[in-house]
């Protein structure tokens, strides 16, 4: 899978070359994570704190890749990426106006993509060295247990009490709860990303199949709470030249108290 080749090129080491290479105290098998947060009885082995802090982007990528797979195989983005190809709506193919975010995930799907911030200091010890250790020998089932375990924790919102914003501008388009997954959906909306410039008549049309495939992924994606948010071929150049955008990932924004007048802040 091309999941799997990209967890090659990520992973440091297997688990079991890891286990193997590993000292004494960590080499029970009831010290590793099993899929069930066991309770950590071992010692020796590495904090999620520690983890966290020396966290490369490569480790953010990879649980990204994990936790997108896994949705998309729960909501069958699959489906809906075959009914955008058959209605000639076509997926970016250039990387110079993909975010980050999305070029992990185009390994996955062409269309969809995983805008949640990865916070990796909420898994436990037991999670960190799972994620550390993921790799294409990993099995899928382990993996998919390991997000459902993980995933609210470590892709809900800092902020709790307030709307998240994912885009360059604060747009109830852009708009998600703080406990959403949010994917984002990119295509060539005005044809720009292909050379040509579509007719108006073209682009409401297929405007109106794309907001009708939305509200079902949506409707169906229970118990998973998703919220699929467009963009066009024109939001990476936005987003670059917003002054607030942290640059290589998508931000999210925080509405500010109106009561306290605070100003928004990234998240």
Same mark, same amino acid.
């Given at each position: 899978? =091309?999941?799997? !080749?990209?967890?090659?090129?990520? %992973?440091?080491?297997? @688990?079991?070359?890891?286990?193997?290479?590993?000292?004494?105290?960590?080499?029970? @098998? +009831?010290? +590793?994570?099993? %899929?069930?947060?066991?309770?950590? &009885?071992?010692?020796?082995?590495?904090?999620?704190?520690?983890?966290?802090?020396? +966290?490369?982007?490569?480790? &953010?990528?990879?649980?990204?890749?994990?936790?997108?797979?896994?949705?998309?195989?729960?909501?069958?983005?699959?489906?809906?990426?075959?009914?955008?190809?058959?209605? $000639?709506?076509?997926?970016?193919?250039?990387?110079?106006?993909?975010?980050?975010?999305?070029?992990?995930? *185009?390994?996955?799907?062409?269309?969809?993509?995983?805008?949640?911030?990865?916070?990796?200091?909420?898994?436990?010890?037991?999670?960190?060295?799972?994620?550390?250790? !993921?790799?294409?020998? *990993?099995?899928?089932?382990?993996?998919?247990?390991?997000?459902?375990?993980?995933?609210? =924790?470590?892709?809900?919102?800092?902020?709790?009490?307030?709307?998240?914003?994912?885009? @360059?501008?604060?747009? #109830?388009?852009?708009?998600?709860?703080?406990?959403?997954?949010?994917? %984002?959906?990119?295509?060539?909306?005005? %044809?720009? !990303?292909?050379?040509?410039?579509?007719?108006?008549?073209?682009?409401?049309?297929?405007?109106?199949?794309?907001?009708?495939?939305?509200?079902?992924?949506?409707?169906?994606?229970?118990?998973? =709470?998703?919220?699929?948010?467009?963009?066009?071929?024109?939001?990476?150049?936005?987003?670059?030249?917003? #002054?607030?955008?942290?640059?290589?990932? $998508?931000?999210?924004?925080?509405?500010?108290?109106?009561?306290?007048?605070?100003?928004?802040?990234?998240?």
């Amino acid at each position: 899978m =091309k999941l799997f !080749a990209f967890l090659k090129r990520t %992973g440091k080491h297997s @688990p079991k070359a890891a286990l193997k290479n590993s000292p004494p105290a960590m080499r029970n @098998p +009831a010290g +590793a994570f099993d %899929g069930k947060n066991r309770a950590d &009885e071992g010692a020796g082995q590495m904090t999620a704190a520690s983890v966290a802090a020396e +966290a490369s982007p490569d480790l &953010e990528d990879k649980y990204r890749a994990l936790a997108f797979a896994f949705f998309s195989s729960r909501i069958n983005l699959p489906k809906y990426e075959r009914f955008l190809m058959d209605h $000639h709506i076509e997926y970016i193919e250039k990387t110079s106006i993909m975010c980050h975010e999305e070029i992990v995930c *185009s390994r996955i799907s062409k269309y969809f993509y995983l805008l949640n911030r990865v916070h990796l200091d909420s898994l436990t010890p037991q999670e960190a060295e799972y994620l550390q250790n !993921a790799d294409a020998d *990993s099995d899928e089932r382990e993996n998919s247990e390991f997000i459902r375990n993980t995933y609210l =924790k470590v892709l809900k919102s800092r902020s709790p009490n307030s709307s998240v914003f994912y885009g @360059p501008f604060m747009n #109830p388009r852009f708009q998600a709860d703080h406990d959403a997954i949010a994917i %984002g959906l990119k295509y060539n909306v005005y %044809g720009l !990303a292909a050379g040509y410039k579509k007719e108006l008549e073209q682009i409401d049309k297929e405007d109106a199949l794309v907001k009708q495939m939305i509200h079902e992924i949506e409707s169906a994606a229970k118990p998973y =709470k998703i919220k699929i948010i467009r963009y066009d071929e024109l939001y990476e150049f936005l987003n670059r030249n917003d #002054p607030l955008s942290n640059g290589r990932r $998508h931000r999210s924004i925080t509405p500010p108290a109106s009561s306290q007048g605070e100003k928004p802040c990234l998240r």
